[in-house]
């Protein structure tokens, strides 16, 4: 390794642009991977994290943080527009229905159906998934805590992710 | 859209083990991926799910109304919000987790898994497979490799899933191996049907079935007897291989980052390599397969002449 320490990152990247690529094609990139390959590169260089233990996993793992955010934008575009449509057409031509009552009880039972979905889970299982998803605290880690087995760990995360992406579907579906 | 369970299920695994930040299988992350187009599309949403759910359970811990909520709520119901007020009436039901265990081991391991029935599955470097408690003879390989004892029951033949492909044994030894674009499966003792309910193939021992990941055509061919599971005594054999095939063969087996050269030649590639003293000295693959071997860090290049 050189005195710079992103050279060695940089090496890696080149050495595995092709990996990156096909792992990007894969995510749906389509024909914008090399684009959103370059635009990976561009944030890692513009804020350099420093030595980095495992570099692959690395830059996979950022590759994979900007197809996430690039389907949450696509995401409240298109529930923007829709909000817009709502507003614009709603029962009373142009009449905003946004702050009405109903809508935000609703959304208040909404979050309740959130709860009440992990409810019927073990709590164990909620705790495990609190400490990973809202404290961020390592699988590894929360298996250690609970003196648990990771797969047990995984499972328990699994099941909650699963139930989870299930009511968002059905709500989505609506 | 409406997503299909199981890749639903599979999505959530994923989502799962790649928000883990120790997380180094991407390449396996990237074959489910490309395994079907739906698979990035069902990652996403269990992603972007998970992560508002526990935002919303972080902003609203249930109890009265506040600031975050509304803002939160509306992030994941606003596109359905024409439907909420019936939607709080509507019944939920969820589907109890499944009580699957996934096996792992890591390049260069190998595991041996005895099931409730007698029959066992030896893993091979490399390799994930799933079997179900609640559903005994089934077993679902994800990637890698495996050798199948299976005891044999007529009324209840044993069940491999494989991606889409499904095999199902007639009294059997086989070798399920999951290649790049290829699935091989070689038979040793009994016999083993593929795709039951469409291609309908009969694999014989000494035999190997090869079909395609993506449109399930299959090829036959004869393999020696001796060459089905040969891995599991530390050996493999090639004959007229792709060098990547033999590459991540081998890398499997050994644990030792071999890969195939992006400019390689496609020449195919034959031998019979034992794996043990590879470990000593990686660069000795070379004149047994005829193959250039360049160090890269902790990776060997191979490419053919």
């Known amino acids: 390794m050189t005195d710079n320490p992103d050279d060695g990152l940089q090496a890696v990247f080149l050495a595995n642009r092709q990996s990156l690529l096909r792992f990007l094609v894969a995510r749906g990139a389509g024909d914008d991977a090399e684009d959103i390959l370059q635009d990976v590169w561009l944030r890692i260089a513009r804020k350099p994290p420093g030595p980095v233990g495992a570099p692959m996993p690395y830059l996979y ?21 829709q909000e817009w449509t709502e507003a614009t057409s709603g029962p009373v031509p142009g009449i905003s229905d946004s702050p009405s009552v109903e809508r935000l009880i609703a959304g208040q039972q909404l979050a309740r159906k959130v709860e009440h979905a992990l409810a019927e889970f073990p709590e164990r299982a909620v705790r495990v998934f609190r400490r990973s998803r809202i404290d961020g605290i390592a699988q590894r880690a929360i298996a250690e805590e609970f003196g648990i087995s990771i797969s047990t760990v995984e499972g328990d995360l699994r099941s909650i992710y699963r139930v989870l992406a299930e009511l968002r579907e059905r709500l989505d579906e609506e | 859209m409406t997503l299909d369970r199981n890749i639903l299920d599979e999505a959530a695994a994923w989502a799962v083990r790649t ?3 120790g997380f180094e299988d991407w390449p396996g992350f990237t074959d489910w991926l490309e395994r079907a187009p739906e698979h990035a599309a069902a990652y996403d949403h269990v992603m972007l799910a998970v992560e508002d759910g526990a935002a919303m359970l972080e902003a609203d811990p249930a109890n009265d109304i506040d600031e975050a909520g509304p803002v939160l709520w509306r992030r994941w119901f606003a596109p359905a919000f024409a ?22 081991t890591v390049p260069g391991e190998t595991r041996q898994i005895a099931l409730g ?10 390799t994930e497979l799933i079997v179900d408690p609640d559903r005994d003879r089934y077993a679902r390989l994800e990637r890698g490799r495996a050798l199948f004892e299976i005891r044999h029951d007529d009324l ?3 069940r491999v899933d494989v991606g889409r492909a499904t095999l199902v044994d007639a009294g059997t030894v086989f070798d399920v191996s999951i290649r790049r674009s290829e699935v091989g499966v070689g038979v040793s003792e009994g016999a083993v049907i593929y795709n039951p309910a469409k291609q309908n193939a009969r694999i014989e021992p000494g035999q190997i079935l090869t079909f395609d990941k993506a449109s ?5 061919a004869d393999i020696p007897l001796d060459q089905v599971g040969e891995w599991r005594e530390g050996r493999l054999t090639f004959l007229g291989s792709p060098l990547s095939d033999v590459a991540a063969d081998i890398a499997q087996a050994s644990g030792i980052d071999y890969r195939a050269s992006e400019t390689s030649g496609e020449r195919p590639i034959s031998g019979s390599i034992a794996i043990e003293p590879l470990r000593a000295d990686p660069a000795s693959l070379g004149p047994l397969l005829g193959v250039t071997v360049e160090r890269r860090g902790e990776t060997w290049i191979l490419a053919s002449r």
Do not use: H
């Open chain 1, 61 to 81: 793992r950022a590759a994979n943080m900007v197809m996430i955010d690039r389907y949450r934008s696509a995401r409240q575009s298109a529930t923007r527009e």
């Open chain 2, 19 to 21: 928000s883990e930040p």
């Open chain 2, 83 to 104: 439907a909420c007020l019936a939607l709080v009436a509507a019944v939920w039901v969820w589907q109890a987790n499944d009580a699957a265990s996934v096996y792992r």
């Open chain 2, 117 to 126: 029935d007698g029959s066992v599955i030896v893993m091979a470097g490399d």
């Open chain 2, 156 to 158: 209840n033949p044993f």
């Open chain 2, 216 to 220: 399930a055509a299959y090829d036959l």
